[in-house]
């Protein structure tokens, strides 16, 4: 059968050149977020998305890997795929032990379905409160979700954005496994790193230990830049003080990622090298580097290796 699936007007595609990193990764480095898109020959994108990208296999992420310096990944299941998690689990397979997965299941997914996200690598499963890339889930469908997941250890993640936390806020803390919040919960960046919108995530950050945070995604929240490209290792300053604010304050419950393929960036698409360039600025010493790729993304999704 031949999918043919067109690409959203005004894509961008993957850098195809990343530089590699001046930054020499810790070893046993994760990339604790990111994605593969199809392809949609093998693996066609979900009638319910709200986008189309470009393909991005795992051959391709995992050579991005190998070039970045980094060791393992965390791959996100994607909403170009909705509940299909057939590509994530093919890519978990491939990886060799060397990929862990988040998933999006349906409150009606089998015990066997379940089973066989677990022997795939799959550890937590997504809640996505961004209205342009999902349509609204029912509160008991979340929650059927997380009965089922308690059960096996997992974690939920969520993405939402920073305006929307208040509303948010009581259902997440009533949610009685780990979380973990994408891309530093989305704040604007325009706003005061002090003010009562950044103190608001923060407190929400310190009302249970086991919520986690990935301070990803400087490339998404920045207004002012300058792109990480042509060279640029002082990228997206305006987004600093506010990862920095979340790993200085909680360095054992923060995570990175690339976000490697990048869907949906308007403006430009970054060189993934000079992302990882931007490290230093967020986690300026090597011991809280540690800890951001290391031992956090090992406690979470390979707690069997932790210590060793
Ligand atoms: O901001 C986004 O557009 C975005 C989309 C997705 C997804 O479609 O799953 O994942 C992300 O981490 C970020």
Redesign the pocket.
């Known amino acids: 059968m031949t999918v043919h699936q067109e690409k959203t007007p005004g894509w961008l595609d993957w850098h195809p050149a990343p530089s590699r990193p001046a930054l020499t990764l810790p070893a046993g480095a994760v990339d604790a ?1 990111c ?1 593969v898109f199809g392809p949609a020959a093998a693996f066609p994108y979900a009638p319910e998305r ?2 189309t990208p470009c393909d991005a296999s795992a051959e391709q992420l995992f050579a991005l890997r190998d070039h970045l310096g980094f060791d393992r990944n965390v791959i ?5 795929h909705g509940a299909d998690n057939r590509a994530l689990v093919d890519a978990l397979r491939r990886s060799g032990g060397r990929a862990r997965g988040v998933a999006t299941v349906r409150p009606g997914v089998s015990d066997a379905e379940l089973r066989e996200l677990h022997e795939a690598g799959v550890r937590g499963v ?1 809640f ?1 409160f ?1 209205r ?2 999902v349509d609204v889930t029912p509160r008991a469908d979340l929650w059927d979700v997380v009965r089922r997941i308690a059960p096996l250890g997992w974690h939920v993640v969520l ?1 939402f954005e920073a305006a929307d936390l208040a509303g948010l806020r009581e259902f997440f803390l009533s949610v009685p496994v780990p979380l973990v919040v ?2 530093l919960g989305r704040p604007d960046v325009s706003k005061d790193p002090d003010g009562p919108e950044f103190a608001e995530f923060l407190s929400f950050l310190r009302a249970r230990d086991d919520i986690w945070c990935k301070v990803s ?1 400087p490339e ?1 929240l920045s207004l002012t830049g300058p792109a990480a490209l042509d060279g640029e290792r002082d990228a997206y300053r305006d987004v600093v003080p506010f990862a920095r604010r979340v790993v200085e304050e909680f360095p054992d419950r923060v995570l990175w990622g690339t ?1 490697w393929p990048h ?2 960036l308007k403006d430009h698409m970054p060189d993934d090298g000079l992302l990882v360039d931007f490290l230093p600025h967020v986690a300026p010493t090597a011991e809280l580097r540690q800890q951001l790729l290391v031992d956090n993304p090992t406690r979470l999704y390979w707690p069997e290796n932790e210590g060793s």
Do not use: E, I, W
């Open positions: 977020h994605h709200k986008y996100v299941q994607a909403t170009c997504r996505n961004v342009r890339l993405y994408d891309h995604c998404r976000d869907p949906n």
